[in-house]
């Protein structure tokens, strides 16, 4: 499929059917499934178990833990926009 890019200051000049297919174009975007970053950042799952760790030693059971570790490694695996595509998703 041919990709066309509009110039926003003309887009008053677009036919319906451009402008039909730039809807759809942007909706596959939208769709499309996040793929895994090249370099993972896994500074925050690092740091969630880190403290997870911390707290245990202290005598401390941290709250909602496999909650805050899933959500770190998601981003770290797809970046924090990946909550937008999933939110999307969910129900």
Same mark, same amino acid.
């Given at each position: 499929m041919?990709?066309?890019?509009?110039?926003t200051q003309r887009v008053s000049e677009l036919t319906d059917e451009q402008l039909e297919a730039e809807l759809k174009r942007r909706k596959k975007?939208?769709? +499309?499934?996040?793929?895994?970053?090249?370099?993972?950042?896994?500074?925050?799952?690092?740091?969630?178990?880190?403290?997870?760790?911390?707290?245990? +030693?202290e005598g401390h059971e941290p709250k909602d833990?496999?909650?805050?570790?899933?959500? +770190? +490694?998601?981003?770290?695996?797809?970046?924090?926009s990946v909550w937008n595509w999933i939110n999307s998703r969910e129900r």
């Open positions: 041919k990709t066309t890019t509009y110039n975007v939208k769709d +499309a499934k996040p793929t895994p970053l090249e370099t993972p950042n896994f500074s925050g799952v690092i740091a969630t178990v880190t403290e997870y760790i911390d707290s245990l +030693a833990i496999k909650q805050y570790t899933f959500e +770190a +490694a998601v981003e770290a695996v797809y970046g924090r």
